[in-house]
């Protein structure tokens, strides 16, 4: 059986399409794997583009031609649509907060009050 060469390191690659994929999911671009909500933490997709931007800088002469592009490409998108989540109003993302607050709490609370 002969193997085929990859033009990149899977490791590399499932290591910063898991890092996209949190930042992805942190951004509210997606629902979360765990109870298929949306949930936005712009923090915490700052801290996820930091570390890509972390690994880039570290291994910056080490990755070959599309190991590069992956990542540029994943950080470049990801600032992208950052900027776009960090421009939108912040009474719209206080809102939101507060819907999602409130549908947690009415699900199976106990408390009688809705």
């Excluded at 700052?46 to 592009?69: F, P, S």
């Excluded at 600032?79 to 809102?95: G, R």
């Amino acid at each position: 059986m002969s193997e085929e060469k990859l033009d990149f390191n899977p490791y590399f690659f499932n290591l910063v399409t898991m890092f996209a994929s949190a930042a992805w999911q942190q951004l509210g671009k997606v629902a979360s794997h765990v109870d298929g909500k949306i949930h936005r933490d712009l923090q915490n997709a700052q801290i996820t583009i930091d570390m890509l931007l972390m690994i880039r800088d570290k291994m910056k002469g080490n990755l070959d031609k599309k190991e590069e592009e992956l990542l540029a490409s994943t950080i470049s998108n990801l600032q992208l649509n950052y900027a776009d989540e960090a421009a939108k109003p912040e009474e719209k993302k206080s809102e939101e907060k507060i819907e999602d607050k409130a549908a947690e709490h009415k699900e199976g609370c106990g408390c009688g009050s809705h």
